[in-house]
Nanobody
Framework: QVQLVESGGGLVQAGGSLRLSCAASESAGSINTMHWYRQTPEKQREFVAVVSTNGYTNYADSVKGRFTISRDNAQNKMYLQMNNLKPEDTAVYYC?????WGQGTQVTVSS
């Protein structure tokens, strides 16, 4: 059972950037795909981005061109670089792997 811990959230103005991290308790190389999701009180949890072991990535349309997902298997970590943030990006961001979820990290974007 993999354990995941997110970090890097915070308060930022619109147009700013944040970098989220997700630390995995076991070798990230043993995990095929790793995902970022986000959730607000008004919406269901929604897909943000995914990265596979071989570097394949995919993004939600709402974040394409602004967010970049990456992983470092040697460090057992995954990242989400978020640029040009918008108020609608405000949410709790979760990483997910092997069906397990982290506790989430809050991202708040002020207008």
């Amino acid at each position: 059972q993999v354990q995941l811990v997110e970090s890097g959230g915070g308060l930022v103005q619109a147009g700013g950037s944040l970098r989220l991290s997700c630390a995995a308790s076991e070798s990230a190389g043993s995990i095929n795909t790793m995902h970022w999701y986000r959730q607000t009180p008004e919406k269901q949890r929604e897909f943000v981005a995914v990265v596979s072991t071989n570097g394949y990535t995919n993004y939600a349309d709402s974040v394409k061109g602004r967010f970049t997902i990456s992983r470092d298997n040697a460090q057992n970590k995954m990242y989400l670089q978020m640029n040009n943030l918008k108020p609608e990006d405000t949410a709790v961001y979760y990483c997910m792997a092997n069906g397990e979820w982290g506790q989430g990290t809050q991202v708040t974007v002020s207008s």
